[in-house]
């Protein structure tokens, strides 16, 4: 089940929480509408039995009112926009006003306006687009305007902005407002596939969504999709296909790897006799998508002899001849393609024709799972819930929860197999352990690739996930680490450092402590129990294995990476004095043993 | 923006579209969706014909005023015309308003949205009646879906008078 999309709308009419006429807030006779359910959450929304909401929507006004004076609020404005785009739902799509008015407040709670409200040169939805479009991190977001002003004096500049649409109050009403907004979603929201079959809402997967409605509604184009192996190029076609409103059916052909002559009869079909086996008339996957939607994986595997076949098939006339026949036929199909070959045009295998008319410039791009890393956790659990399901009878596969640090872990691969390769690590996991309750770190067999080559441009990569790390290493990382990330933000997250690293060697120490006394041998001769470094070592640092010189190495440099404060807690405890005491006895020289 | 513009923002952006016909549209959307007119939905509409017998003046004065109001002749009241002698506005600036006139059949166009506004006038009457005299829901909320889609046809109507001042 996805969530409904939600948006920003940005008026100070509707904003404002005063309104003078008498009934209902006008804001929520524009929610009833438009099909917007208003979340947010100052005035109380009826709720109504047949006006199931299409979206939800968070006004907005845009403005401060102080000492009986109101002003436009730029600053509030692009920070509320910030915070709801980072978080989930963002907004599928921001909503601004064109004239916003200012002044002061009269008696009857209405606000008197000032002469620059109405200058269309400074109207304040103007400002505020400008501002989003010079904000790197903002200029994604769709922006409908939502104005029922003349918008002729603006219109140029409002197009310099990429503005997707004007949209005139008026045509917001009980028989078409719905619609629109519907329309509005569609063809410019970022919406997740309400479908739930495409997992994922990060801004790549949701912008090539909507790139993938567009085209699909362009009736009698082909279209292509580029996208690396494993990204979901047969998931997204299924998508076109239910967004193109073909009546006919949904042909899939995967030619890699087939003959010539077996390409050309899976595609276009043969007439008895055209060759040795064919006994009957057989209709090819071009015939049977008629009406509805071809796809050819592999576009570019199709052999040279084929592509000239193909040429009839992706040009206007939409023409069909099966092998052995020389009757043509036409056929009324959306024609989808998909390739991993990022750079048809470079290469030689294509005829210049054929090219042009798959418009390799105007191709959908599915972004690689690297891409978008924020769709990961969402990937995850649905794979987990599906594989638990498959197994749940076979293997009487239970019900897990999903470790935090699995979920870093699967976040900070590579993925050169994109979905597809996260698909089977997560399957292995519930295949190889179907009975356990949590799924962590351990029950993932990753592939061998990703453990040779981290993932790159990774900001702040978790200590934790560099699982070789001993305590000793990572309290020294900690006087080191540098942040890749703003200026701003780089001083914020290192002066938090010396904190986490106070923590940390605190929660070395009491591990060790811990460790110690578990270990600690008992004898007769011994009845407190006799501390031994190394098995204490051994079980705080996993799967590494010590030896007793590197024990106490181990030991003596987590001491020294502590903090005053946690060395003088040592030093007070009995047991961690005698550990240290012991490492020193060991190891006398400052210098260390290497641990391998 | 001229004072006749403003006014027209006011009345036409402000009010009718802005909030007027959403609450009649969000009225009937809230008695479709619960089949009868209870007490707040009453109240509500009892508020909206209150407030149309209140403002629809405004648009009568509003279409009384268009053609001196979107004149070119009201450049004459302006830098720099304003300088104009006496003698020469006397007989320029009335010919700027026949040639105008003879161009923009401003007439035309009042007298259409005036046509709209009566008939509007004239639903709300019937609404009011109903309302206060039949209480006959079904007809209630038939009327008022008549009446808002006419406020609508005059809103539209009204935003495609000129949105300055033409010069001829």
């Known amino acids: 089940m996805t969530n409904l999309p939600k948006i920003l709308i940005i008026d100070d009419q509707y904003g404002r929480i005063h309104h003078s006429g008498g009934g209902i807030h006008p804001r929520t006779s524009f929610c009833l509408c438009a099909g917007i359910k208003d979340v947010t959450g100052d005035i109380p929304f009826p709720e109504t039995n047949n006006n199931s909401p299409i979206v939800e929507g968070v006004f907005l006004r845009g403005q401060i009112e102080e000492d009986g004076y109101v002003r436009n609020d730029i600053e509030g404005v692009i920070e509320a926009i910030h915070k709801g785009w980072k978080e989930w739902p963002r907004w599928a799509l921001i909503m601004i006003d064109l004239q916003f008015i200012t002044g002061k407040v009269k008696p009857d709670g209405t606000i008197e306006g000032c002469e620059s409200d109405s200058d269309p040169s400074i109207f304040f939805g103007l400002s505020i687009l400008e501002r989003l479009r010079q904000d790197l991190e903002l200029r994604d977001i769709p922006v409908v305007l939502l104005s029922s002003m003349d918008r002729a004096p603006i219109e140029k500049r409002f197009a310099d902005h990429s503005i997707c649409q004007f949209l005139d109050k008026v045509d917001i009403d009980r028989h078409h407002g719905k619609k629109r907004i519907a329309n509005l979603l569609q063809d410019h929201g970022l919406i997740e596939d309400p479908s739930g079959k495409i997992i994922g809402h990060s801004i790549p997967l949701l912008k090539c969504l909507r790139e993938a409605r567009l085209r699909a509604r362009a009736d009698g184009k082909n279209i292509l999709i580029l996208g690396e192996r494993g990204t979901g190029k047969e998931l997204l076609t299924s998508y076109i296909h239910q967004h193109s409103g073909r009546i006919g059916k949904l042909e899939m052909c995967f030619l890699q790897g087939c003959p010539e002559t077996l390409v050309e009869d899976l595609l276009f079909g043969h007439i008895k006799g055209a060759f040795s086996g064919a006994h009957t008339d057989q209709s090819g996957a071009v015939e049977r998508a008629d009406k509805g939607t071809l796809f050819i994986d592999e576009f570019g595997a199709i052999p040279p002899g084929v592509q000239t076949k193909l040429l009839r098939l992706l040009g206007n006339t939409r023409e069909v001849q099966r092998m ?71 293997l009487q596969a239970e019900e897990r929860k999903i470790d935090s640090e699995a979920v870093s872990l699967l976040i900070n691969q590579p993925w050169p197999g994109n979905i597809r390769q996260l698909e089977e690590v997560i399957s292995n996991a519930i295949n190889r352990f179907p009975r356990i309750r949590v799924l962590s770190s351990s029950h993932l067999s990753l592939p061998q690739i990703s453990l040779d080559s981290p993932k790159k441009n990774c900001d702040a990569e978790p200590f934790y996930i560099k699982n070789s790390l001993t305590f000793s290493e990572l309290l020294s990382q900690l006087d080191t680490f540098e942040f890749k990330t703003v200026p701003e933000k780089r001083v914020e997250l290192t002066n938090a ?86 490492a020193v006895t060991l190891r006398p020289r400052k210098g260390s043993s290497s641990r391998n | 923006m001229c004072e006749w513009q403003r006014l027209r923002t006011r009345i036409n952006h402000d009010w009718l579209k802005n909030e007027y016909l959403k609450n009649l549209d969000g009225l009937i959307i809230q008695i479709k969706s619960s089949q009868s007119i209870e007490n707040k939905l009453c109240r509500e509409l009892q508020a909206y014909l209150k407030r149309w017998s209140e403002r629809h003046g405004e648009i009568e004065k509003l279409l009384n005023t268009a053609e001196k109001g979107l004149s070119p002749r009201t450049l004459f009241e302006k830098e720099p015309l304003i300088r104009c002698t006496r003698k020469n506005k006397d007989w320029l600036a009335p010919l700027i308003h026949g040639l105008w006139l003879s161009r923009h059949d401003i007439r035309k166009w009042v007298k259409e949205t005036e046509t709209i506004l009566t008939e509007a006038n004239q639903s709300h009457a019937l609404l009011q009646s109903y309302y206060s005299v039949t209480q006959d829901e079904l007809q209630i909320l038939k009327t008022l879906e008549i009446f808002s889609d006419l406020v609508g046809d005059l809103s539209r109507q009204i935003s495609k008078f000129p949105g300055k001042v033409i010069t001829v």
């Open chain 1, 324 to 394: 052995g026949s020389d009757r043509k036929k036409r056929v009324d199909i959306l024609v989808v393609l998909a390739t991993n070959r990022m750079n048809l045009v470079d290469s030689s295998d294509f005829q210049a024709d054929l090219l042009d008319r798959v418009d390799v410039e105007q191709s959908i791009k599915l972004p690689s799972l690297s891409e978008r890393d924020e769709d990961i956790p969402a990937l995850i659990e649905y794979f987990v819930r599906h594989y638990e399901a498959k197994y749940k009878v076979s």
């Open chain 1, 497 to 582: 450092l010396p904190n986490l690293k106070l923590s940390y060697s605190k929660c070395a120490a009491n591990l060790l402590r811990t460790a110690l006394i578990v270990t600690s041998k008992f004898t007769l001769e011994n009845p407190e129990g006799e501390v031994q470094i190394t098995p204490a070592v051994n079980i705080i640092s996993g799967k590494k294995k010590f030896s007793t010189s590197q024990a106490a190495d181990e030991i003596k440099r987590i001491f020294r990476q502590s903090p005053e404060d946690i060395q003088k807690y040592w030093l007070a405890d009995s047991i961690l004095s005698k550990a240290i005491e012991i």
